[in-house]
C-alpha cells in the first residue's frame, strides 16, 4: 500500500499544473481524491495491527528505570517443592497449606494459591539453567522466580494412561498438571519448573522414560538428585561419585543431551561449600565417563542474589521452602515480604544488565552484557 502511494504522489509531481488543461485537472483531483482514500485505507489497518517488536521497543531512559525500579542486581527467589498432594488446606492438620509439620509437602490448594500469589505480585518464570548462566529474559518491571521439584514423587506427575497416539495423559491435580494450566491461563507466565530425581525417576515404571522425555521437549528441566538420595556428609569419595555419575548415567539413557548438569543436594547436604566431596560433586568420574556439574542447590531459606551479583556463586544456590507459618521462619510470606523491597527488576532486555548508580560495589560477573547504570 506505502509503494502505492508513493507511485502515485510522484505522478501528481510530474504533471504539469500550469497547462490549463481540463482533463489533465479532472485527473488531478481524482488522483488526491484516491490518495486520500488510500492513506486513510492504510491508517486503519495499521491501527488494527499490532506492532511488530522493533517498532514497540524503544530506548528507555533513567526516567524510565527509575519509574520500572528497575534492579538487575536484585535478588532472586528459587522455590524448593516436594509433593502436591491433591487436597484442600482445610483438609490438613497443619498451618496453611502444610500437609507435615515441616511444611516440605504442599497441597494443590495451596499450590494453585502460590502460583496466583507469584504471578500477581509480577514474577515470571524463567529457567534454573537460564539463571544460572545469566540468561534473565523476563518483560520491562517484572521479576523473576524459578521453580525446583526434589525427590521424584508421583504426584509432581501422574500418568494416568496412554491417548490413541500413544501419548502420556497427566492427571489435571497432580503438579504438573496444575503447571499445564496456568500455560493457558496466563500465557506470559512463561512457565516452567526444574524435576530433581532420583534412581527410582517418578516412580511409575511404566512411564518413566515417557515422563522424561515428555518434560524436556515441553519446556520443563530434569536435574540430579542423586542415586538414593544420599546424605553426602557421610559418604566417602568413591561413595560420592557413584552417587552422582549413576543418576546422571541413567537421565544419559534416556535424555542425553537434554538434561540440565544441577545437583540438588539431598537434605541440603554437604553443608558447606568447602566440604570434601563438593569438588567430587561438581567433578564426577564414574563408570569411565565425566560428568561437570555447574551448580548445586541447598535446602535453603530465603532468595539467591542476582547472577550479575558478587555475591552470587552458582556452584551453591540457596532456595527457599515453600511452606507456610503465619509470616515466620522464612516461609513463603516473610520471604515475599523481604523480596518486595530487594527483588530483581527487569529492564526487559535480555542482553543488558541495568543497576542504580549506588551499586557499582555489587556488579560481579556481567557474562559479557552491556552494563547501564542510572
Ligand atoms: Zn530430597
Known amino acids: ?74 535478588d532472586v527467589p528459587i522455590m524448593m517443592y516436594h509433593g502436591i498432594h491433591n487436597k484442600k488446606n482445610s483438609e490438613t492438620n497443619y498451618i496453611g497449606g502444610n500437609i507435615d509439620k515441616d511444611g516440605y509437602q504442599r497441597t494443590s490448594e495451596a499450590f494453585i494459591q502460590d502460583l496466583e500469589f507469584y504471578y500477581s505480585e509480577g514474577y515470571r518464570m524463567v529457567r534454573l539453567t537460564d539463571y544460572v548462566d545469566g540468561n534473565i529474559d523476563v518483560e520491562l518491571g517484572k521479576s523473576p522466580i524459578i521453580l525446583t521439584f526434589d525427590d521424584g514423587l508421583e504426584n509432581n506427575i501422574k500418568v494416568t494412561g496412554l491417548d490413541d497416539s500413544g501419548n502420556i495423559i497427566i492427571d489435571p491435580n497432580s503438579a ?39 518434560l524436556v521437549e515441553n519446556g520443563y528441566d530434569v536435574g540430579n538428585h542423586t542415586y538414593s538420595h544420599v546424605n553426602f556428609s557421610s559418604v566417602d569419595v568413591n561413595e560420592t561419585m557413584k552417587e552422582v555419575g549413576s543418576l546422571y548415567e541413567i537421565l544419559d539413557n534416556i535424555i542425553k543431551g537434554k538434561y540440565v548438569n544441577i545437583v540438588a543436594l539431598p537434605f ?107
Open 1 to 74: 500500500m506505502v509503494f502505492l502511494i508513493k507511485k502515485i504522489n510522484k505522478k501528481i509531481i510530474n504533471v504539469n499544473i500550469n497547462s490549463g488543461d481540463f482533463m489533465k485537472k479532472v485527473l488531478i483531483i481524482l488522483l488526491i481524491f484516491m490518495v486520500v482514500g488510500c492513506r486513510s485505507e492504510n491508517k486503519e489497518i495499521k491501527n488494527n495491527e499490532p506492532l511488530d517488536k522493533e517498532e514497540e521497543k524503544k530506548e528507555l531512559t533513567a526516567q524510565d528505570y527509575e519509574n520500572y525500579k528497575v534492579n538487575e542486581l536484585g
Open 176 to 214: 504438573v498438571g496444575i503447571l499445564e494450566s496456568f500455560k493457558k491461563k496466563y500465557p506470559d507466565y512463561n512457565v516452567t519448573a526444574t524435576f530433581f530425581v532420583n534412581g527410582g525417576l517418578f516412580g511409575q515404571k511404566d512411564y518413566n522414560d515417557k515422563i522424561l522425555k515428555w
Open 268 to 374: 541440603g547436604s554437604p553443608y558447606s561449600v568447602e566440604h570434601d566431596n563438593m569438588n567430587y560433586i561438581l567433578n564426577t568420574n564414574y563408570n569411565g565417563k565425566t560428568f561437570t556439574t555447574k551448580s548445586t542447590l541447598r535446602v535453603g531459606w530465603e532468595a539467591e542474589s542476582s547472577p550479575y551479583s558478587t555475591n552470587f556463586n552458582s556452584k551453591f544456590l540457596k532456595r527457599i521452602r515453600a511452606y507456610d507459618n503465619n509470616g515466620l521462619d522464612f516461609d513463603i510470606k516473610m520471604n515475599f515480604d523481604m523480596l518486595s523491597k530487594s527483588k530483581y527488576i527487569s529492564d526487559g532486555d535480555i542482553d543488558t544488565v541495568v543497576i542504580s548508580n549506588d551499586q557499582q560495589d555489587l556488579l560481579g560477573n556481567t557474562y559479557d552484557k552491556k552494563v547501564i547504570k542510572y
